[in-house]
């Protein structure tokens, strides 16, 4: 007779009798595949799940209903009933002008936003001119250095009625203003126009690496957004708190969660000690989260990341204004994920990362092309990725119905467990003084970088399988995928346009509008009226950034 | 055969910032008993040689993801032959077309790892083909 502790409930009783009469005798003969099985973040997974494991848990207190606290099931009381996600492709290499044809083409597909990539000079604050420049220019995205380029890359393309992300961080104010001066001069007024700035700074500190001042003058240019948005242009969402990047740096799925919302804490930390209103600034704060490929994994994350935002903004910054308290997130899937091996096999990981993040309740989604692990995509690999969201959205029936995966055994304990690991990083976080004091000590990039090398040689020792990699390779691989190439001619195409913005443009006004910025800068006021002024008389984006390097220094990065 | 253990130095060219890879090859060649120095983000062919020059390094690392290897990396092979340095092995790692190779290799990289390599793999390439010195 098996041992019975007193405090048994009902269903533990009677799993341990399934696991005696009826599971015992079958490991007998046949014994699992493995010993355990774990997750893509090497969390382990048990056999089964059951009533026992979500009975800690209360219905109205934690799961609840869509759009109601905390938001588990979702932030629309409709849920894709109402409005599908916005599918917003990330697009942008070479020129503007090519750029601008591309979002065209996307856009006559069905495409519903648009989503701009720079190039590294553009999200390094350097001009196509500078020396650091060079081999660069348009290769992992579009490039941008001034005004000139932009009212280019945004020709025809009517702002008042398209929303945009741009995906640009340490120079974001820059090229926030850029946006604004281009959707004037089309007359669209600023308090219509919407679209989403990436502008996390703190994550490039984490993870993605493209950072330009130290630290806390970097999050007072963020916090000068905020303000200035919520001034100007309140239906604008001038940050979207990345975890993406994180994710891609090596996170597990918990540690994704867990730093990005502590990242979200501290820019309503910064914002409330600016004196900015948290019940006017927060809801313009938008999210950004990976769908990785550990399906139950990814769809618990964002069930969880919406009852945490909500129950950390009650409890820690007291709102009980719904729009402050309701998580918004864009999801892209991972890139990080895809294979130059069999590069087609990378359309069937993208469509079941995807459909994570629909059932997670993602609000906008990207999905990547097959073609990603080997270039940019080509436009035939762009048109495949759109219509993977298509498909799920037209014909799986997975839009139907509200969180349909909520309520089972397993994907409630999972979102518990990842709620409580984000908690338990949020400690550790706020004992060492906040977001900020943990990455001048390296913490999550430590704790990113040991989960990075962790998973690389579970992959070696072929505990964790890719297919294509480690398993089910091929020595000889059909036929090879076209690729998008680009040239120096961009380089050279780009050379030209700045030459003459720089002879056409009244230089007095520029020395005059940058002095004006290193003041605002010096004073501690609001950079952003100085920014868009310096912008309008067509002083590029290295010009701008230096004015600011100048005052503010430059980060160095803690040593390896 | 020498005791002197494989010095190697990990450089990330350019101005991409992902380092997963750099840092994941670094840890893996420190493991399995090579002494590595990894040069930090955003350095210039010209610093990652003189860092090569000052570090004596039996080989360097190159990890690239941004789409300018065409530019840097034959570059940092010249400057490593300019100061004298022959035998340095230089590795390419990273997003690199496969009609990159064959021209890459003319140039003097000694080879390139595409994405899926296994650090096992680069850790038995480096032992096979550092030239083993006093």
Not at chain 1, 92 to 104: L, Q
Not at chain 1, 488 to 512: I, K, P, Y
Not at chain 2, 114 to 127: A, C, M, R
Request: hydrophobic share 40%; net charge negative; charged share 25%.
């Amino acid at each position: 007779m098996p041992e019975l502790k007193e405090s048994s409930s009902p269903a533990e009783i009677e799993q341990e009798r399934w696991e005696q009469q009826t599971l015992k005798p079958a490991l007998e003969k046949h014994p699992e595949r493995k010993k355990a099985f774990k997750t893509v973040s090497l969390d382990d997974v048990e056999r089964l799940y059951t009533p026992a494991d979500v009975a800690d848990l209360d219905f109205a207190r934690d799961i609840s209903f869509p759009g109601e606290f905390p938001y588990t099931r979702g932030i629309h009381p409709t849920g894709y009933r109402g409005k599908l996600w916005t599918m917003r492709q990330f697009a942008g290499f070479s020129t503007p002008e090519e750029t601008n044809a591309r979002f065209k083409y996307l856009m006559r597909q069905g495409q519903t936003g648009l989503s701009v990539a720079y190039d590294l000079p553009t999200l390094m604050g350097y001009d196509a001119d500078s020396p650091l420049s060079e081999g660069e220019v348009g290769k992992c995205g579009v490039a941008v250095s001034s005004l000139a380029d932009m009212e280019v890359l945004f020709d025809g393309i009517p702002l008042e009625q398209v929303t945009v992300s741009q995906t640009i961080n340490a120079p974001a104010s820059v090229l926030l203003a850029m946006y604004l001066v281009v959707a004037e001069k089309q007359g669209a007024r600023w308090d219509k126009i919407s679209g989403t700035l990436q502008n996390d700074i703190l994550k490039e500190y984490i993870a993605q690496k493209e950072w330009i001042y130290p630290i806390k003058p970097a999050m007072k240019l963020v916090i000068d957004t905020f303000g200035f948005c919520t001034e100007h242009v309140p239906r604008y969402n001038p940050i979207s708190v990345s975890g993406y990047h994180i994710r891609e740096a090596g996170a597990t799925a918990a540690q994704e969660l867990a730093f990005t919302l502590r990242d979200g804490i501290e820019y309503v930390a910064w914002g409330v000690e600016a004196g900015l209103d948290v019940d006017r600034f927060v809801p313009r704060m938008s999210f950004f989260f990976n769908a990785h490929n550990d399906f139950f994994e990814e769809i618990a994350k964002y069930r969880a990341a919406r009852r945490i935002w909500a129950r950390e903004m009650k409890n820690r910054f007291g709102s009980n204004y719904e729009r402050t308290l309701q998580l918004r997130f864009h999801t892209q899937t991972a890139g990080v994920s895809l294979t130059v091996q069999q590069p087609l096999n990378n359309i069937v990981r993208v469509a079941i990362q995807a459909l994570a993040g629909v059932l997670g309740g993602t609000q906008s989604l990207h999905t990547d092309a097959y073609d990603e692990a080997l270039a940019l995509p080509t436009d035939r690999a762009a048109l495949i990725a759109l219509r993977t969201q298509q498909i799920i959205a037209e014909e799986t029936g997975v839009v139907n119905t509200i969180d349909p995966l909520g309520g089972s055994y397993y994907l409630e304990s999972l979102t518990e467990k990842m709620e409580q690991e984000a908690l338990e990083y949020f400690r550790k976080i706020d004992a060492m003084g906040g977001m900020v004091a943990a990455i001048e000590k390296g913490f999550p990039q430590r704790e990113i970088q040991d989960s990075a090398y962790h998973y690389q040689k579970a992959v070696e020792r072929g505990d964790q399988v890719i297919v294509g990699v480690n398993k089910y390779t091929m020595t000889d691989e059909p036929s090879e995928v076209p690729i998008l190439v680009i040239d120096e001619s961009v380089r050279t195409h780009q050379l030209e346009r700045l030459e003459q913005t720089r002879t056409r443009r009244d230089t007095g006004a520029v020395a005059n509008a940058l002095e004006k910025l290193r003041l605002a800068a010096q004073k501690n006021e609001n950079t952003m009226p100085a920014t868009i002024d310096a912008v309008r008389v067509y002083a590029t984006l290295e010009e701008i950034c230096s004015a600011l390097r100048e005052i503010y220094g430059i980060y160095e990065e803690p040593a390896f | 055969m020498s005791n002197r253990k494989i010095r190697v130095l990990v450089a990330k060219p350019g101005l991409d910032g992902h380092d997963r890879g750099a840092k994941v090859i670094a840890r893996a060649l420190r493991d399995a008993g090579m002494e590595v120095i990894y040069t930090g983000l955003r350095q210039t062919p010209e610093m990652i040689a003189a860092a090569a020059l000052q570090e004596d390094v039996d080989a360097v690392g190159v990890s690239i993801l941004s789409g300018a290897h065409n530019t840097l990396c034959p570059r940092i092979v010249q400057l490593l032959r300019e100061k004298g340095m022959d035998n340095c092995l230089v590795l390419v790692g990273g997003i690199v077309p496969q009609e990159d190779l064959p021209k890459l290799k003319e140039q003097g990289i000694a080879e390139v790892f595409l994405p899926g390599t296994s650090t096992e793999d680069i850790v038995k390439f480096l032992q096979a083909n550092v030239k083993p010195r006093d």
